[in-house]
């Protein structure tokens, strides 16, 4: 009878429908098989542990192939978008794509670290694709650098998004003219202007609509080939996850 009642419970916490339920029974016997099994979890709680185990393990399963699944039909999106920037190896054999807002904390955080990774392994290819969520100023930074990538190129491109990631201040107007000016863009008036453009809109609206396919609602994200790392994750966690997309 024990093993009835266990088994029983087991499969109520679980989600799968019991023997038990499948026999027909009278209100009566059901509610006293109802209060024994209750009288069983309470009495030997290690079986609720093993339920919710088993539970997580399931749930782990079912958000690994969904987003396995997410990612294969948005590959195309994902890994070869016109519109974003490639940095690092361009021919490498594993592709990172990062979804950053210039006023993250945590994709400051993992700046320095990604960096390190590309430039230790040498065979990743790189794709930041602009992501602002955290209000105007991210929004205002990202406008700025796709102009800055649709008008003066990608070489300019990369030094203005090192330059945004790595500043402390507010992000305004005045500063992001001065950086124009620091690296001497050949038309800064252009840049500035197509900031609001549809161009430079159509971006942004890309990459946010392919968020939400991906079911990406925080900064930093990324797609490790096909691992998907939602939040920051240090260098060595990093290292590990390419060694294992690697492996195959």
């Not at 987003?67 to 590959?75: D, I, K, P, S, Y």
């Not at 594993?94 to 807002?101: A, K, P, Q, R």
């Not at 602002?132 to 003066?152: C, H, K, N």
Request: aromatic fraction near 6%; hydrophobic fraction near 45%.
């Amino acid at each position: 009878m024990n093993r009835l009642i266990a088994t029983t419970a087991l499969a109520m916490l679980v989600g799968t429908t019991p023997l038990a339920s499948q026999t027909v029974m009278t209100d009566d016997e059901r509610s006293a098989f109802r209060a024994e099994v209750r009288s069983y979890l309470l009495e030997n709680p290690e079986v609720l542990m093993e339920a919710i185990a088993v539970l997580e393990q399931r749930r782990a399963e079912s958000a690994a192939v969904s987003e396995e699944t997410l990612l294969q039909v948005n590959a195309d999106d994902i890994f070869n978008d016109p519109a974003s920037w490639v940095g690092g190896n361009p021919d490498g054999d594993i592709t990172i794509v990062e979804f950053m807002d210039y006023r993250c904390g945590y994709c400051k955080k993992a700046y320095s670290e990604v960096n390190e990774l590309l430039s230790s392994d040498g065979n990743i290819r790189f794709i930041v694709k602009e992501f602002p969520i955290l209000g105007e100023q991210s929004d205002l930074a990202s406008r700025f650098a796709i102009s800055v990538l649709q008008t003066e190129g990608a070489e300019t491109y990369a030094k203005t998004h090192d330059a945004l990631m790595t500043m402390r201040n507010d992000v305004t107007p005045e500063v992001l003219a001065r950086i124009a000016a620091d690296f001497g863009f050949s038309d800064t008036a252009a840049v500035m202007a197509r900031m609001t453009s549809d161009e430079v809109s159509a971006v942004i609206d890309a990459n946010q609509a392919l968020a939400g396919r991906l079911q990406i609602t925080g900064t930093p994200t990324f797609v490790v080939q096909g691992t998907m790392l939602r939040g920051y994750v240090p260098l060595d966690g990093m290292r590990k996850v390419v060694a294992a997309e690697r492996e195959g």
